[in-house]
Nanobody, 124 residues
Framework: QVQLVESGGGSVQAGGSLRLSCAAS?????MGWFRQAPGKEREFVAA????????DYSDSVKARLSISRDNAKNVVFLQMYVLTPEDTAVYYC????????????????????WGQGTQVTVSS
């Protein structure tokens, strides 16, 4: 059984930084991050290939975040910088069993498994 567990969310002041983690079990996957703000649809944030050499970012956050992974621990990270209140959302980790070149990673249907989400709140 595949399981994804997010951690690292919390409250932070505007201008601060935060690192989210997603621990995966049951396999090695292409990994993605999505977020859902109150009253909004879930939107793509970033994705990373299985070996960590490829990455894809939302244009709205590319300048302020970095996605990485530690395959020895089967954990993917989302390091966010210069946070603003617009970053307030529930952040979800997602996993796909498909190869990196075969999918469009910005869409939810490309992923097979989802975590429970972790809350990020940025105050002004």
């Amino acid at each position: 059984q595949v399981q994804l567990v997010e951690s690292g969310g919390g409250s932070v002041q505007a201008g601060g930084s935060l690192r989210l983690s997603c621990a995966a079990s049951g396999g090695t996957f292409v990994m993605g991050w999505f977020r859902q703000a109150p009253g909004k649809e879930r939107e793509f944030v970033a994705a990373i290939s299985k070996n960590g050499s490829g990455a894809d970012y939302s244009d709205s956050v590319k300048a302020r975040l970095s996605i990485s992974r530690d395959n020895a621990k089967n954990v993917v990270f989302l390091q966010m910088y210069v946070l603003t209140p617009e970053d307030t959302a529930v952040y979800y980790c997602a996993a796909s069993t498909r190869p990196w070149p075969t999918r469009t990673w910005t869409i939810r249907s490309s992923y097979d498994y989802w975590g429970q989400g972790t809350q990020v709140t940025v105050s002004s």
